[in-house]
């Protein structure tokens, strides 16, 4: 049996005494399967689709798929030629958090917050359609996720969805039945690893449970 696991660095475990505490071991121990984690630190939903196309490549038995945040998005930057991360505005102002060279979205997008006559033409005369910031990326990370889920349906391939944000639940139940309700807002499975950043070991232990649940049935 093989199982394939994508995300970012929660899946891939970041923030952990030892990796082999991440859900993504845990549960592969528990169905004594072959495991390959293709989860990435800072990866964003665009990074994610293409590790679901590498996964179905490899007809796993299973995908699981950690989604991460909708603010988090990454492009091809063909003058270093590799992957650029960037986070739009909205999300640095909320947070008050700076990456050192990281390309924010008023670089690419315009500053969409202003949302003046003058923006609004812009981005008219660029041929988009004008959106707030919020709803933008709510479209470009729904149209991301859209597409794991045709590619997993297509290769007929099991596949279970989850995230540990509170809002991204109902994002996902909007695209997919195969999801799993949890998230680290949750009293319930609240817990942090020693960076004090990610989901610390009780909190794998917590998802490696539902999992077991959701999947189980199926054997």
Request: hydrophobic fraction near 35%; charge should be neutral; include cysteine.
């Amino acid at each position: 049996m093989l199982i394939i696991t994508c995300g970012d660095s929660y899946t891939e475990g970041e923030g952990l005494e030892n990796k082999n505490q991440a859900y993504p071991y845990l549960v592969s121990k528990l169905l004594d399967a072959d495991l390959k984690n293709l989860s990435q630190s800072g990866a964003s939903e665009y990074l994610i689709t293409a590790q679901v196309e590498q996964a179905v490549k490899l007809n796993p038995d299973l995908i699981i798929i950690g989604h991460t945040s909708e603010y988090r998005w990454q492009v091809w930057d063909f003058r270093r030629n590799q992957i650029q991360g960037f986070l739009v505005a909205n999300w640095i102002e909320k947070f008050g958090k700076t990456y050192r060279n990281w390309i924010f979205s008023e670089q690419i997008l315009g500053n969409t917050r202003k949302k003046t006559p003058e923006h609004k033409a812009a981005w008219h005369g660029a041929g988009m359609l004008y959106y707030s910031e919020e709803e933008l990326v709510k479209r470009l990370w729904s149209g991301a996720v859209a597409k794991q889920v045709v590619l997993c349906q297509r290769a007929k391939i099991p596949v279970i969805h989850h995230s540990c944000f509170k809002h991204l639940q109902s994002y996902l139940s909007e695209l997919t039945d195969d999801y799993i309700e949890y998230h680290l807002d949750s009293e319930k499975y609240k817990n942090f690893a020693p960076d004090n950043s990610h989901a610390g070991a009780k909190c794998h232990e917590a998802l490696t449970k539902l999992i077991m649940n959701r999947y189980q049935p199926t054997l």
